[in-house]
C-alpha cells in the first residue's frame, strides 16, 4: 500500500519568514495530494491539494509543488504570521471508487513573533 | 467551518465494551470516509461507505464496523474495545461523481479514551 513519509516532524520560523514540508510518497499510482493544517484540539481543515496533471498550484501565501518523478510534494508557506501556527499534514491517494487518504505524520509548525 | 459534524464530542469507556459513534455528512455529500488519529499521528483510514455500502477498507479488524444511511449520515462501531482503540475518530465528507471521490472535509472528531 501507499506510505507517505513527512519531513520535518518540528519547524520554527520567525514571523515573516517561509516555511517549507516535504512528504515523498511511494505508489507511483496516487494522483492527488492534499495538504490539511490541524490546530490543537481542531477538525484537520484542507488548505490546498493539488492534482497529478499540475506541477504547482497556488493561493495567496500557500503553495504546493509535486514532482511525479522523484514521488515527492511540499508546502510552501510565504510571509508567516503567529496565526499559522499549528499541525501540518500531506496525504496522497490514488484514483478509484474509494479515494482513501494515507497521510503523513505531521509537522508542527511553530511561527515565533 | 465544514458543515460535517459528528456525536459525541467525547466517550469513555472501558475495556471489552461496545461504542457507537455518529457523522452527519455535508450537505450534498454522498460519501464518509472514517479515520484514527492516535495522539501525535497522522489520521489512519478506517473505511469508506459510499451509498450506503462500504466502498474501501483500511487495516482495521473486523470489529470495526460502520452503516451509511439513506440521508448519507454515518455510524462507527467499535467491539470489544481495547486499550489501543483510545484515539480521536474522525469521519470525512465528500461528493462522488462518477465513481470519483472529491476533496475531503473533516468532523470535530470524538475524543474516545478506553480504560
Known amino acids: 500500500g501507499e506510505n507517505v513519509e513527512q519531513h520535518p516532524s518540528t519547524l520554527s520560523v520567525q514571523e515573516g519568514d517561509s516555511a517549507v514540508i516535504k512528504c515523498t510518497y511511494s505508489?507511483?499510482?496516487?494522483?492527488?495530494f492534499p495538504w490539511y493544517k490541524q490546530e490543537l484540539g481542531k477538525r484537520p481543515q484542507l488548505i490546498i491539494d493539488?492534482?497529478?496533471?499540475?506541477g504547482e498550484k497556488k493561493d495567496q501565501r500557500i503553495a504546493v509543488t509535486l514532482n511525479k518523478t522523484a514521488k515527492h510534494f511540499s508546502l510552501h508557506i510565504t510571509e508567516t504570521q503567529p496565526e499559522d501556527s499549528a499541525v501540518y499534514f500531506c496525504?496522497?491517494?490514488?484514483?478509484?471508487?474509494?479515494?482513501?487518504?494515507?497521510f503523513g505524520s505531521g509537522t508542527q509548525l511553530t511561527v515565533l513573533p | 467551518e465544514t458543515g460535517v459534524t459528528q456525536s459525541p464530542t467525547h466517550l469513555i469507556k472501558t475495556r471489552g465494551q461496545q461504542v457507537t459513534l455518529r457523522c452527519s455528512s455535508q450537505?450534498?455529500?454522498?460519501?464518509v470516509s472514517w479515520y484514527q488519529q492516535a495522539l501525535g499521528q497522522g489520521p489512519q483510514f478506517i473505511f469508506q461507505?459510499?451509498?450506503?455500502?462500504?466502498?474501501g477498507r483500511g487495516n482495521f479488524p473486523p470489529r470495526f464496523s460502520g452503516l451509511q444511511f439513506p440521508n448519507y449520515s454515518s455510524e462507527l462501531n467499535v467491539n470489544a474495545l481495547e486499550l489501543d482503540d483510545s484515539a480521536l475518530y474522525l469521519c470525512?465528507?465528500?461528493?462522488?461523481?462518477?465513481?470519483?471521490?472529491?476533496?475531503?472535509?473533516f468532523g470535530p472528531g470524538t475524543r474516545l479514551t478506553v480504560l
Open positions: 470525512a465528507s465528500s461528493s462522488s461523481l462518477r465513481g470519483l471521490i472529491n476533496e475531503q472535509f
Open positions: 505508489d507511483s499510482a496516487s494522483n492527488y
Open positions: 493539488i492534482r497529478s496533471n499540475v
Open positions: 496525504a496522497a491517494s490514488r484514483s478509484g471508487s474509494a479515494r482513501q487518504l494515507t
Open positions: 450537505s450534498g455529500h454522498n460519501t
Open positions: 461507505y459510499y451509498r450506503e455500502e462500504e466502498n
